[in-house]
């Protein structure tokens, strides 16, 4: 087995593992009722979900509309302009000091509407056949809903062990991001490579940094709430972009890689806007003590 083969078994195994790891910690955290309250009509749950599910996407499909950009970026950008809510963001709120119960919530719903949403945007933007379409539903069903399901299950039956479980999953989860992170580099070096010298990568950071503003405009009055809209919006799910690439569009050059240029480059900026929220948060606990005393 060569090097390449190597690699190539390590990205699809971890891949596919981050997947089944995410859903399955939600699963154990959430019940079916819990996650459907969760879509209750709040001011501010609305507003998040349209701007995750529908001005993120239309604004990514304009942008790949109206500049010159290669037909596999464009269709990186729109899967994960669809895939809305990746679990970084979850921590990435807790770095910010944001409200955890809207980020959990927020997640958890954009966790199913990904079944839907996904297959919904790729029709419009991208139309395909309706092979193309079924294989993206099976494997949104077979790395999203299966897990959630197994996830819920575990829970039914062990709900005094559901957290830690939860907890230690995602931990794996998360170590296991860098292992398709460092993978998926040494398997799309050369490409990668073309992508950060050109200005697609600045496509990639406005998208990010209009995103961040966005969300922190539909969190609502509360800072908390404000900078847990805003992470989540930056931090699509790419891995779920990826399983997708690389079933579905795998033929087609610059998709993966473009998935992946986004998720490395979602990391820094939503980890950075996070330390910059939390200190926000602190100044203003610290003016706000200041006139009290």
């Known amino acids: 087995m060569t090097f390449g083969q190597v690699f190539q078994l390590t990205y699809n195994a971890s891949l596919a593992a981050v997947l089944w790891a995410t859903a399955m910690a939600i699963g154990l955290r959430l019940s079916v009722g819990q996650i459907a309250s969760s879509i209750a009509p709040t001011r501010l749950m609305i507003k998040a979900l349209l701007l995750n ?8 499909w304009i942008l ?7 037909p596999g970026v464009a269709i990186g950008l729109l899967l994960l302009a669809a895939a809305a809510g990746g679990p970084f963001g979850l921590t990435a709120t807790q770095l910010a000091h944001g409200d955890m119960a809207i980020a959990l919530a927020l997640a958890s719903v954009l966790q199913i509407t990904r079944i839907v949403a996904i297959p919904f945007w790729l029709g419009v933007f991208s139309p395909f056949g309706l092979t193309e379409i079924f294989q993206t539903i099976a494997t949104l069903v077979l790395y999203i809903l299966l897990p959630l399901a197994v996830g819920m299950t575990l829970r039914r039956f062990w709900r ?15 170590a296991l991001i860098v292992v398709v992170i460092v993978s998926a580099l040494l398997l799309y070096h050369e490409t990668l490579a073309a992508l950060v ?3 697609i990568m600045l496509l990639i950071l406005g998208i990010q940094l209009l995103s961040l503003g966005l969300g922190y405009v539909s969190g609502g009055p509360e800072a908390a709430g404000r900078s847990a809209v805003a992470v989540t919006a930056v ?8 399983i997708i690439a690389n079933q ?18 979602a990391f820094v900026v939503a980890t950075l806007a ?15 003590s200041g006139y009290e005393t």
Do not use: C, H, K
């Open 274 to 288: 996070a330390m910059g929220l939390a200190r926000q948060q602190r100044m203003i606990i610290a003016t706000m």
């Open 197 to 199: 010298v050109s200005w």
């Open 235 to 242: 931090v699509r799910s790419s891995a779920v972009a990826l």
């Open 53 to 60: 599910l529908a001005v993120i996407p239309l604004g990514v």
């Open 160 to 174: 005094d062990r559901s957290v830690s479980w939860s907890l230690m999953i995602q931990r794996v989860g998360n």
């Open 248 to 265: 579905v569009y795998a033929a087609q050059p610059f998709v993966a890689e473009t998935v992946i240029a986004y998720g490395v480059t």
């Open 64 to 70: 790949v509309r109206i500049l010159p950009v290669e």
